[in-house]
């Protein structure tokens, strides 16, 4: 990545973004760690020779990860959305952010222990909260407001009128 993106998402990390970016490509694919860059002085959250920055990738998004301290901790006004295809996708994922001292929050996200949001959410929920039938994507959404993992076939009973 080094001279070559132009624009990538930098996310603000208080002494362990390489850890976060190593958790990061485990779990989703299309993941990487490209490179990590030592401080080449003391800084004011850091000395020199420590891990000061992090080039990786999420699912092909260019990130870096900057050890800049704890005045900034990250917020929901930020998250990644991560689109899924099947129960066991949606589950994978985000197990693996909430079992690895995450948190579950409402509506298909979660935080992973870094702080960073995460919205995994299935397409199923995406196709039928844009449905024409706005009074079955009325239902999706209602379910989904229930829920803190998106449970498809919750959401799909629910866009086709059938009650629990």
Same mark, same amino acid.
Not at 2 to 23: M, P, Q, S
Not at 78 to 93: G, H, L, P, V
């Given at each position: 990545?080094?001279? &070559?993106?132009?624009?990538?998402?930098?996310?603000?990390?208080? /002494?362990?973004?390489? +850890?976060?970016?190593?958790?990061? *490509?485990? &779990?989703?694919?299309?993941? @990487?760690?490209? #490179?990590? !860059?030592?401080?080449?002085? +003391?800084?004011?959250?850091?000395?020199? /020779?420590?891990? %000061?920055?992090?080039?990786? *990738?999420?699912?092909?998004?260019?990130?870096? /990860?900057?050890?800049?301290?704890?005045?900034?901790? !990250?917020?929901?006004?930020?998250?990644?959305?991560?689109?899924?295809?099947?129960?066991?996708?949606?589950?994978?994922? $985000?197990?693996?952010? &909430? +079992?690895?001292? =995450? !948190?579950? *929050?409402?509506?298909? $996200?979660?935080?992973?222990? $870094?702080?960073?949001? $995460? !919205?995994?959410?299935?397409?199923? %929920?995406?196709?039928?909260?844009? #449905?024409? +039938?706005?009074?079955?994507?009325?239902?999706?959404?209602?379910?989904?407001?229930?829920? @803190?993992?998106?449970?498809?076939?919750?959401?799909?009973?629910?866009?086709? =009128?059938?009650?629990?």
């Amino acid at each position: 990545m080094t001279g &070559v993106t132009k624009a990538r998402i930098c996310l603000w990390y208080n /002494g362990d973004a390489e +850890d976060a970016a190593n958790f990061y *490509s485990t &779990v989703f694919p299309d993941t @990487r760690v490209v #490179s990590v !860059q030592r401080s080449p002085a +003391d800084y004011p959250d850091g000395l020199l /020779g420590n891990v %000061l920055v992090v080039e990786f *990738s999420v699912m092909g998004i260019d990130c870096i /990860g900057l050890n800049g301290g704890d005045q900034f901790p !990250q917020s929901e006004s930020f998250s990644f959305q991560i689109a899924t295809d099947t129960q066991e996708e949606t589950d994978r994922y $985000w197990n693996a952010i &909430v +079992d690895n001292d =995450g !948190q579950e *929050s409402m509506c298909g $996200w979660c935080k992973d222990k $870094w702080g960073l949001n $995460w !919205q995994i959410t299935p397409r199923a %929920l995406t196709n039928a909260m844009s #449905s024409p +039938d706005r009074a079955a994507a009325a239902r999706a959404m209602q379910a989904m407001m229930t829920m @803190r993992k998106i449970d498809i076939a919750g959401i799909e009973a629910a866009f086709a =009128g059938e009650t629990a």
